[in-house]
């Protein structure tokens, strides 16, 4: 619940935050997008710092404190009228998100038992849900263009992050650290090669999401006549194949040798959906809604399979004790591919037309065939029995939530 809170908050934001810095605060696009490249890029340094806190003290007191800073940051936009404070509140806001990023993954680790990467796919079908009410309620605000309707939404969001830390704290065991092995030290996670190179590979393989958020609607508003409908049916329907099969899949990949053949799936389909994507150019503009279905439907599978299986190997590969700095590692790995995404997928994509489609594809399949022995090379280098299961160290005044949740 938590989650999908604020989750409803991020769809309002995220929605119709650019138009709001460049229309209401007269920011020029340019330096908007500077200050944003700037605030991500330092955000990422909480990632593990953050997971190291969590391990340390708890995931749910991290958690709640960069929710909360969360909540202060974003009310603060309401506030910005120039670009310096507008970079320096911007940052500090992707410091939280990315501290509440690490923290949270320890404390899925900690709810999920022993099966965190299933108890991980269900929760992103609701995280989707909320993102698509949220998103239905910005485009309301959006049609209205005015200051108040957008510091609404902001507001709004701050209070999502609230209501969420308040959830959190009514509703989440407060669990204890995990004993800690005396050769834990705060840097563990970069000596793991095996993982590293995992995070290495899902940071890649992350292009795929802005594939079809970004790319795809550039590439249909330049190079096709298909009707400006088509770019909103895009969004549906990979919203729909996400919140429909997300947890019907998620729940059959759990351990890293599944994850790794679900990368490796995942890859096949993308080598299938962006050929079909390219060929939208070529069809008649009565064909071309229909092609575009087809291959977000597709490419949408390939993104279930991307994160049931990332979500097996994230959690499968992580030491209990170390759930936070994993998951902080990853954090940062995957960021990092969102920020150089619009970048390279304009530049390869768009600067190559169908060649740039064609080597997309074929890039991502590479990517997702590397999955199997990476997981089994991962699995090579863990000690058996290296930790106690999570739900073995819970304080027996908590009580864990439930497989059914």
Same mark, same amino acid.
């Given at each position: 619940m938590a989650s999908f809170v604020s989750r409803v908050g991020n769809g309002l934001f995220n929605t =119709?935050? @650019?138009l709001y810095f460049t229309l209401v605060v007269h920011l020029p696009a340019a330096r908007v997008g500077v200050g944003l490249t700037i605030a991500g890029l330092v955000g990422l340094l909480a990632g593990v710092p953050a997971g190291n806190l969590a391990d340390r003290y708890g995931p749910r007191t991290v958690w709640l404190t960069a929710l909360t800073l969360q909540a202060a940051t974003m009310a603060a936009f309401v506030l910005i009228h120039d670009w310096a404070t507008f970079t320096v509140v911007a940052t500090l806001d992707r410091l939280a998100a990315t501290a509440a990023g690490a923290a949270g993954g320890a404390l899925i680790a900690r709810a999920g038992g022993e099966r965190p990467a299933a108890f991980r796919a269900r929760l992103r079908t609701f995280v989707n849900l909320g993102v698509v009410l949220g998103t239905l309620g910005a485009a309301f605000a959006v049609s @209205? /263009? +005015?200051r108040t309707a957008y510091t609404a939404l902001i507001l709004a969001n701050a209070a999502s992050f609230a209501c969420a830390a308040l959830i959190a704290v009514r509703g989440l065991p407060d669990y204890r650290p995990l004993p800690r092995p005396e050769e %834990? %030290?705060? =840097?563990?996670v970069l000596s793991d090669r095996p993982f590293v190179s995992f995070v290495a590979l899902y940071g890649a393989m992350g292009l795929q999401y802005q594939t079809v958020s970004l790319l795809l609607p550039i590439w249909l508003s330049a190079h +096709?006549?298909?009707p400006r409908w088509t770019v909103a049916a895009v969004y549906a329907v990979n919203s729909a194949v996400c919140v429909l099969l997300q947890s019907r899949i998620g729940s059959r990949v759990e351990t890293p040798h599944q994850g790794g053949r679900a990368l490796r799936l995942a890859g096949l389909c993308f080598l299938v959906s962006c050929p079909l994507m390219a060929l939208t150019a070529d069809v008649p503009v009565w064909v071309a809604p229909a092609l575009v279905v087809l291959a977000v439907g597709v490419h949408s599978l390939g993104e279930v399979w991307e994160s049931s299986g990332g979500y097996a190997l994230g959690f499968g590969l992580a030491p209990? %004790? =170390?759930q936070g700095q994993y998951q902080g590692l990853l954090g940062v790995g995957f960021n990092t591919g969102q920020?150089?995404?619009p970048a390279v997928l304009t530049t390869v994509v768009l600067g190559f /037309? %169908?060649?740039g489609w064609l080597l997309l594809g074929v890039f991502f399949a590479a990517l997702g065939a590397a999955g199997p022995p990476l997981a089994a090379w991962a699995e090579r280098t863990r000690r058996p029995n290296d930790d106690p299961a999570p739900t073995a160290s819970v304080h027996p005044d908590e009580t864990p939530l439930p497989d059914t949740v």
């Amino acid at each position: 619940m938590a989650s999908f809170v604020s989750r409803v908050g991020n769809g309002l934001f995220n929605t =119709a935050s @650019v138009l709001y810095f460049t229309l209401v605060v007269h920011l020029p696009a340019a330096r908007v997008g500077v200050g944003l490249t700037i605030a991500g890029l330092v955000g990422l340094l909480a990632g593990v710092p953050a997971g190291n806190l969590a391990d340390r003290y708890g995931p749910r007191t991290v958690w709640l404190t960069a929710l909360t800073l969360q909540a202060a940051t974003m009310a603060a936009f309401v506030l910005i009228h120039d670009w310096a404070t507008f970079t320096v509140v911007a940052t500090l806001d992707r410091l939280a998100a990315t501290a509440a990023g690490a923290a949270g993954g320890a404390l899925i680790a900690r709810a999920g038992g022993e099966r965190p990467a299933a108890f991980r796919a269900r929760l992103r079908t609701f995280v989707n849900l909320g993102v698509v009410l949220g998103t239905l309620g910005a485009a309301f605000a959006v049609s @209205v /263009g +005015t200051r108040t309707a957008y510091t609404a939404l902001i507001l709004a969001n701050a209070a999502s992050f609230a209501c969420a830390a308040l959830i959190a704290v009514r509703g989440l065991p407060d669990y204890r650290p995990l004993p800690r092995p005396e050769e %834990h %030290h705060r =840097a563990a996670v970069l000596s793991d090669r095996p993982f590293v190179s995992f995070v290495a590979l899902y940071g890649a393989m992350g292009l795929q999401y802005q594939t079809v958020s970004l790319l795809l609607p550039i590439w249909l508003s330049a190079h +096709t006549d298909a009707p400006r409908w088509t770019v909103a049916a895009v969004y549906a329907v990979n919203s729909a194949v996400c919140v429909l099969l997300q947890s019907r899949i998620g729940s059959r990949v759990e351990t890293p040798h599944q994850g790794g053949r679900a990368l490796r799936l995942a890859g096949l389909c993308f080598l299938v959906s962006c050929p079909l994507m390219a060929l939208t150019a070529d069809v008649p503009v009565w064909v071309a809604p229909a092609l575009v279905v087809l291959a977000v439907g597709v490419h949408s599978l390939g993104e279930v399979w991307e994160s049931s299986g990332g979500y097996a190997l994230g959690f499968g590969l992580a030491p209990d %004790h =170390a759930q936070g700095q994993y998951q902080g590692l990853l954090g940062v790995g995957f960021n990092t591919g969102q920020a150089l995404a619009p970048a390279v997928l304009t530049t390869v994509v768009l600067g190559f /037309g %169908h060649s740039g489609w064609l080597l997309l594809g074929v890039f991502f399949a590479a990517l997702g065939a590397a999955g199997p022995p990476l997981a089994a090379w991962a699995e090579r280098t863990r000690r058996p029995n290296d930790d106690p299961a999570p739900t073995a160290s819970v304080h027996p005044d908590e009580t864990p939530l439930p497989d059914t949740v």
